[in-house]
């Protein structure tokens, strides 16, 4: 069952340093989007990329922050310097070209900067 | 700017009981709403769906309803299961320039056996 995976599902940081997040998405699906849940909290969108196109950012970071799907290989959430309030779920989701429905959600990356 | 809101954070049923969860939105651009569930530790499932074209959407025990005049959306869940405890999203997508997917905040349901 090739469904979204998300690598590393826990990652621990001392501040200052970097954090990457990995995503492949479901066999067939070429857009990618990322979000964030702060603890007690819902999920915030990020940014929805399309292979090697980044559609839409606005909800990230303006600072620190980046993402990338390349041609070949997963998508990578990327945050530079990392500070306390970074700790959080990171999810990944995807969809086919055609959007039909609904998004299929890895299981989540938990970064924890100490 | 909270465009998909959901304003009860938790939600107590009754095994067997009829569990109604809540969501509003503000953007009337919005033509498809879903509904997730995410347990602890997991990410969010999906649960169902329905368009804008459309005032209800059923499968099994859950049904959606749409009332587009209130922008307003409720998933209802009858009959209620402990195994039906978790937090539920709502989520809300524009047809028109981005493909954003916005969720709402969540409701945490708790069924009591």
């Known amino acids: 069952n090739a469904g979204v995976m998300q690598n590393p599902r826990h990652l621990v940081r001392r501040r200052g340093q970097e954090a990457r997040l990995r995503c492949s998405p479901m066999?067939?699906?070429?857009?990618v989007y990322w979000y964030r849940q702060l603890p007690e909290e819902g999920l915030k969108f990020m940014v929805y990329?399309?292979?090697?196109?980044?559609?839409?950012e606005s909800g990230m970071p303006k600072e620190r922050f980046s993402a990338e799907f390349p041609k070949e290989g997963p998508s990578i959430l990327r945050i530079q310097q990392v500070v306390r309030g970074d700790s959080a779920a990171y999810f990944c989701?995807?969809?086919?070209?055609?959007?039909?429905?609904?998004?299929?959600f890895g299981e989540g990356s938990r970064l924890t900067v100490l | 700017d909270q465009q998909v809101k959901q304003n009860s954070p938790s939600l107590s049923v009754q095994e067997g009981r009829i569990s109604i969860l809540n969501c509003d939105y503000t953007?009337?651009?919005?033509?498809?709403f879903l509904w997730y569930k995410k347990y602890p530790a997991e990410g969010p499932t999906f649960l169902i769906s329905?368009?804008?074209?459309?005032d209800k959407n059923e499968d099994g025990r859950f049904t959606v309803f749409l009332n587009k005049s209130a922008k307003h959306l409720s998933l209802h869940i009858v009959p209620s299961q402990p195994g039906d405890s978790a937090v539920y999203f709502c989520?809300?997508?524009?047809?028109?320039?981005?493909?954003?997917?916005?969720f709402g905040t969540g409701t945490r349901l708790k069924v009591l056996a």
């Open positions: 989701a995807s969809s086919p070209a055609v959007h039909t429905g609904e998004l299929f």
């Open positions: 066999k067939g699906h070429s857009h």
């Open positions: 990329l399309q292979k090697e196109n980044i559609i839409d």
């Open positions: 953007n009337s651009m919005f033509d498809y």
């Open positions: 329905i368009s804008s074209i459309k």
């Open positions: 989520a809300a997508k524009g047809i028109s320039g981005t493909y954003k997917y916005i």
